[in-house]
């Protein structure tokens, strides 16, 4: 009942926005931290792929594009800002992974983000989603598994709730499937095992 609720709250909230669409670009760490968009978008934020702009899930590699109208279109290389906001999901630039990755949730000094990695498949690309986390927005991001958290054994407490989040992001298939309906769902289940964190 508890995820339940959280999920129909993040629906709500989403639902809330004036537009889906409404992206927001933050050159700065401050910035995205405070809400303090640099640049606001009626458009969707695109990234830049083949030679044309496409949409994106939860990871971002190339250039983005964010059309201020229907004649101005702003580009901003990987790098060059710190993250962005569009389609009701919050996106963090990672210097370790060299793309940009959807913050899943953030509280009490402990992040989570979620990335995706293609495969090949008969006949097919196959998309597995990565999990992240780093103790604060920004900071080096370490791939949530076994061994990563092998090194936190100085800190068992954020150990074993991150072990056990693993556990349940495995146990509902989150890694193999994850759109709209699942991701609101892991931010609800995220945003619980967060609220439980007490940070050292």
Not at 87 to 92: C, H, K
Not at 102 to 121: F, I, N, P, R
Not at 146 to 173: A, T, V
């Amino acid at each position: 009942m508890k995820y339940l609720f959280k999920i129909v709250c993040c629906l709500f909230c989403i639902a809330g926005h004036a537009s889906k669409d409404t992206s927001k670009i933050f050159l700065t760490k401050e910035a995205f931290i405070g809400n303090h968009p640099d640049l606001v978008s009626n458009y969707r934020i695109k990234e830049k792929f083949w030679g044309g702009w496409s949409n994106f899930t939860f990871q971002a590699k190339g250039s983005i594009g964010c059309r201020l109208s229907k004649q101005e279109l702003k580009t901003f290389s990987p790098g060059t800002i710190f993250g962005f906001q569009t389609n009701g999901i919050e996106y963090v630039y990672s210097d370790s992974i060299k793309a940009f990755v959807t913050l899943v949730a953030a509280d009490k000094g402990l992040s989570v983000y979620v990335g995706e990695q293609e495969s090949s498949a008969y006949r097919s690309i196959a998309v597995h989603y990565i999990f992240y986390y780093s103790t604060e927005i920004g900071e080096r991001l370490k791939i949530l598994n076994d061994e990563n958290l092998i090194e936190l054994s100085g800190n068992p407490s954020l150990q074993r709730l991150l072990s056990l989040l693993s556990k349940d992001i495995k146990k509902h298939h989150f890694d193999q499937y994850l759109h709209e309906k699942q991701f609101l769902q892991v931010k609800a289940m995220v945003n619980n095992y967060l609220s439980n964190y007490t940070a050292g």
